[in-house]
């Protein structure tokens, strides 16, 4: 039985070992030609590609040409990894095409004529304040906004569909469409050869009604912007209106400058214009609740539960330990197992695997390997840890499960593999129905669906299994000291020591050690910023995990020096309930920052805002429970038991 067993573990393994291998040749094959450097000759084209409309009042991203944008002859979609899609991202080809070091001056794109339907779906746009992204060299396009205060200006990725507001005295507000963008790629130049590397990517758009005598053909030459007579649009042209029966022609006028910037340091203009002051405020503010918590820790280690050890070793009689309280009293009852076992070890294994993907994940980010060139390669590599830190999650459930004296190990591995990923699929799922409903190109495609599916059922539920036989075959851990049969009669407890109340406050302080820097991650993901100081929050995750840790363990001995020895789910709870916090302070991030008014908009926020805190709650509460667990076997392993 054990050799049959084993033979499957092993084609398991190795099944799982081939399909590791297509998929992450599949899943980051895709981008890594992205990221080596291209030089571009003078007179070489540069096509822009042109990616999804997004909006941060309705959190719903949309094809480039869902708006009827000029086509060219035929639209090819870029390939795409598994975080592109996820992402939203629609990489096509478009009909601006520049020419290296080549300047350009009132490129007509094409001219269309609105009608009713059109004119609405810019309206719908424009009053939705949706932005147009494109994409050069794998550079988005930004718009610079001067700042008073600062050289350097702010840069804002796409530019508006349109605007809307009054124009020459009128008291009604219309639309207007941006028509006419005014590019600037910014170049850095090899001295020794002719060659150049694109290292900026900007735009500056206009609204202009363009005007031209006599009828149109292709060699019309317009008056409100003629490269013959070098005169280019400005703010002072009659913008276009989106009516019906408008007529609407788009241009462009591409600039190149050199620049000081190396290719290698590209990025930085997108990625370090937030304020690293605030970030170090986080730190600080993070670390003051670690030295208050280590003090306490330090105070109840060093004198209170040392004096108490070397007490409990000094009695002689039985009769004098009896008149004894304190923890030691319930030294039959601590390692009891607990109510519903078998949940407490599927959400340890689970937040094992957890604890696994993120610590990997914030090593890689923080030495530079997930950098926001490889588009969608953040998301694609967590994707991939999870499935692979299943092998984590199997064993540590099936170890924690055969301590408790459980036997049937496919069982718990069977509900570690399935609880957590099916709660959040679940969510996912009718939330990605409602994406399909609003026909944004936000929703997974079934493909894709397809291939989450398989990464579930295909490699992550296998490899639990792998995990817990693993885990299952290795000795039960010892108890330090032994259980009794009949358990022990809990005194009546203070009010603060209530479980609820005492779980409450254990989530306060390492919701403190994270909420300045939740502010800039909620701020990327919904105000369409960049995100990429992976520095400022591997050392914020430190902090969390120490004070997760330290909270517990000083509850857990308020907990066991009344003589409440149900220490097992509440020091998973306790700590886990900073993510409650979370989610109270994304709901109050949603009513103060965002200005979301459509209903779809608002279930999507507070549910994928659900996903974030269950998963929160999963690796805090695991923290907290170790940290109990190695406290609790430190101190009756410290005490001599009769």
């Not at 092993?10 to 590791?20: E, L």
């Not at 009689?317 to 390692?335: N, R």
């Not at 965002?594 to 929160?616: H, Q």
Request: a neutral charge; aromatic letters at 16%; proline letters at 4%.
């Amino acid at each position: 039985m054990g050799g049959t067993i084993g033979s499957r573990v092993m084609r398991t393994v190795f099944v799982f070992t081939v399909i590791c291998i297509l998929l992450c040749h599949n899943a980051f094959g895709f981008y890594l030609p992205g990221v080596a450097p291209e030089d571009f000759r003078k007179g070489d084209p540069l096509n822009v590609k042109v990616n999804k409309l997004t909006s941060i009042k309705t959190q719903l991203p949309y094809s480039y040409y869902s708006l009827p944008f000029c086509h060219p002859d035929a639209i090819v979609d870029s390939r795409e990894n598994l975080g592109e899609v996820l992402r939203g991202d629609r990489i096509e080809n478009s009909r601006y095409v520049f020419k290296m070091r080549e300047p350009q001056m009132c490129n007509v794109v094409c001219r269309l004529t609105l009608d009713a339907k059109t004119a609405k779906e810019f309206k719908d746009k424009i009053e939705d304040e949706y932005h147009v992204n494109m994409i050069l060299d794998n550079l988005p396009l930004v718009v610079p906004i001067p700042r008073a205060e600062q050289e350097s200006p702010v840069y804002q990725l796409g530019f508006h569909v349109g605007l809307k507001g009054q124009y020459s005295g009128s008291k009604d507000e219309k639309y207007f469409l941006h028509n006419h963008l005014s590019f600037t790629v910014k170049y850095h130049k090899d001295q020794q050869t002719e060659a150049a590397r694109i290292v900026g990517f900007e735009v500056v758009p206009f609204s202009v009604k363009h005007e031209y005598e006599g009828q149109w053909s292709e060699d019309t030459r317009l008056m409100t912007c003629d490269p013959h007579a070098k005169r280019t649009v400005s703010s002072s042209n009659s913008p276009q209106e989106v009516e019906d029966k408008q007529e609407v022609i788009f241009t462009y006028d591409v600039a190149f400058k050199e620049s000081e910037v190396k290719w290698a340091s590209r990025w930085d203009t997108y990625l370090l214009m937030s304020d690293d002051q605030i970030h170090w405020f986080s730190i600080v503010n993070s670390l003051m609740i670690v030295l208050f918590l280590s003090g306490m820790v330090a105070m109840i280690m060093l004198r209170t539960l040392f004096r108490d050890i070397s007490k409990y070793n000094e009695l002689e009689t039985q009769e004098e330990a009896q008149e004894e309280t304190g923890w030691k009293l319930v030294h039959a009852d601590v390692f009891r197992p607990p109510y519903n076992s078998e949940l407490l070890c599927v959400y340890v294994g689970t937040g094992v695997q957890f604890l696994g993907l993120v610590l990997v994940t914030m090593i890689f980010a923080a030495l530079g390997f997930l950098s926001p060139s490889n588009r969608g390669g953040l998301m694609t590599a967590m994707l991939l840890l999870w499935v692979l830190m299943g092998l984590l999650a199997g064993y540590a459930s099936a170890r924690l499960y055969k301590m408790f004296k459980g036997t049937e190990w496919k069982k718990i591995a069977l509900r570690t593999a399935f609880l957590f990923p099916a709660t959040v699929f679940s969510i996912f799922f009718v939330l990605n129905a409602l994406i399909w409903g609003q026909k944004s190109s936000g929703a997974v495609p079934f493909g894709t669906m397809f291939a989450l599916v398989f990464l579930w059922f295909g490699i992550s539920v296998p490899l639990v299994f792998v995990g817990s036989y693993i885990g299952f075959r290795k000795p039960a851990i010892e108890d330090p000291v032994k259980t009794n049969k009949i358990p022990r009669q809990i005194p009546e407890q203070a009010w603060y020591l209530n479980p609820v109340f005492s779980i409450l406050i254990g989530g306060i302080l390492p919701f403190g050690a994270v909420f300045i820097e939740l502010f800039f991650i909620l701020t990327s993901i919904w105000l369409n910023q960049f995100y990429y100081i992976f520095g400022f929050l591997f050392i914020v995750l430190v902090i969390l995990i120490i004070t997760c840790a330290e909270i517990s363990i000083v509850l857990c001995y308020f907990q066991l020096c009344s003589e409440d020895y149900l220490w097992w789910w509440r020091s998973y709870l306790t700590s886990g309930s900073s993510a409650l916090y979370l989610f109270l302070y994304a709901a109050f991030y949603f009513f103060t920052k965002l200005d979301i008014t459509k209903p779809v908009s608002g279930v999507l926020y507070f549910g994928y805002m659900l996903i974030a805190s269950y998963a929160f709650f999963v690796l805090t509460g695991t923290i907290g429970f170790y940290a109990c667990f190695w406290f609790t076997r430190m101190i009756y392993s410290s005490v001599k038991i009769d």
